[in-house]
């Protein structure tokens, strides 16, 4: 089995266009962290920019008032919300692979439907953010994006050696990026500050 | 050893930024790299840009520190934020320098640096010269190069071409205290030494040197004051005459004088009381006043004048004739009796002294004029400089058109020192001086000057355009800057250097001897090692020369 598959599946693509996909979670509140680099297959490499747990129903659930505040004991208690909730996650699009290279722009075709979705272990992500060119995808993406890539950045920090220099690196891409909007880049910069 | 053979990390090391914007006329705009700091870099230094296919060499003009955009300085983050501050530099905040390109150097490694007429391609890389880049530029000395000081920052020479140097007028200027005097013995040290060396006759140049305090003939006062220096006869003796003008002061301060110059009052011409007409405070009636006077008396009109008495009728209506109304009389003559004070004025010499003068010039001898305590007396100087160079000038003039062309029958190339040159080149007199003449004819009668002044504002724009090579200090009155700087292209950008100069030891020299200008921390000089570089030298190489021979 190699290390890819390794990495275990959290949801699975439903809704899907060049620069973006959604999928649903496994697990109800199963959801990886706002700025988490994953991928499907191709492979496809994403970062979690948004997600949501509604009713599969589209209707707004009720609240229970019953005091128990534990969400897991709850569920536990009443398991056909399980199956009445769901949780979904939107990731933006910033790569894909081909053989061996990585390429940090959109790929040919959107991600596939119902492809599984994996959370990419620390090496791959150093192995991706060695190159910052996916921040521009990362930074015109829809609302918040700001926070994303901060986040992003934060996340991906963790896998670097040296946590401090990866960071100075990426803010001085954003510095490029956002030459025109100084006040857009200090509010990042003081969000991802090591 | 050029670019391409340096190991990568050498030429990482030495790079200062790229070429981003600029004109050959405004310069170039380069953008520091993120990694260098501003504050090691400062104006005045060398640096080479690679471009496609040529090298260009420039001068670092000025420092900048740009934001790409002018929000940034309200938006930045406060000052602790080392992480922010970290992040822009170099990207939203960097360093700018402006460098001047002066010199391109074709790809060949033989080429000749020529004048650069246009500019390197936008991200050319920008390095720090390096020593042998420099080395390439100025020279190494040898028979026609000798060695003014060294670049700020390095250990290499600095050399001016002695050919070019003597074949115009040439300047060295800087406010009181800087340095002119010791740069201008090095430059005449170094010239005596050169012209020892020359084989061809015509190569060869002597000195006469206005000397007005006292500092090139036997020995002058060390830099700051304190002690002595060994000034030319010390270190030239056989080929340096010091003549003085005071043979007191000269015994004072135990000077061997080859000769002592007395100046006739029937030397004098009504020329000479020209341009002394400031310093004898006389009106211009009674500059005027002394042509008639010489042409009724001939040469004795000096000693006739001073004898002449209004009151007697024949001379009153021979004043009336001429139109001098009674005060010009007495404002000349009031001058002509200041001038009679001075202790070598005499009613009459036997002794020539342009002829003895011109004597030691033509064999070939350096002749330092010591002024003793004459020197502060400006009238005294500037009556004794112009009239001699008058009439040395009038010879060279005779001789050279004698000699038709032959140039082995031309006189000897002479160059003539003087100090307080704004009293003999200002706009007022600079025309109806020998020295405004010369200056302005340049080496057509094979004299030229090394002017040596405190007040470049003050001679003459024609003048100052006709000088070759500018040495100067430390200068600090804007009209002084402006003055030297007139003419030159990149004038606004040589001011900030020459504004920036140190008060000691550091001069900034440009035009005709140097390919382009260049900052110089001066030669060391008054040790015994200093002195062993004018006198030891030329021995040993006369011995070489000799064993090589034989």
Redesign the interface.
Known sequence: MSKEERSEIIGQVVAADIASFAAQCLELQGAPPLGSLVKTDGPIYAVVCDACTESVEGRRPVAHLSGETDLESFLDSNPHLRHLLRTTFDAVVVGHGDGPALHHYLPPSTTPMFAPVRLCPQEEVARFSQSLDFLKLLLSAAANSDEVAAACLRLASAAHPDRRAFLVTAGKELARLLANDPHRLTAILRRMRP | MNDHDKPESETIDERLGLVVSGSLTAGLDVRLD?GRSVEDIAVGRYVTIQGQRSRFFGIITDVELCT??R??PW???EAA?D??R???A???TFGSLHVVPYLKVGPTADALPEPAKTVPAHFAQVRQASQEDVERIFGQEDESHFVIGSPLDMEVKVCLNYQRFAERSNGVFGKSGTGKTFLARIVLASLIMKSNAQREAEKRVVNLVFDMHNEYGWKGTREGGSGEVKALKQLFSASVAVFTLDPESSRRRQVATDAVVEIGYDEVEPEDIEILQESLNLTPLAVQAAFPLERRFGRQWIQKTLDLDPSDEDERQFLQRESIHDSSFRSLRRGLQRLARLSFMRPHTEQNSVQTILNYLQSGKNVVLEFGRHGDNITAYVLVANLLTRRIHERYRQQKEAAMGDRAQEPIHLVITIEEAHKFLNPQVAHQTVFGQIAREMRKYNVTLLVIDQRPSGIDSEVMSQIGTKISCLLDNESDVDRVLEGVAEKRELKSVLARLESRQQALIFGHAVPMPVVVRTEEYGSEESYGRFVERPFRERLEEIYSEG
């Open positions: 993120s790409t955009n929000d940034i938006s930045l983050p934020d992480f922010a970290e992040v822009m170099g990207t939203t």
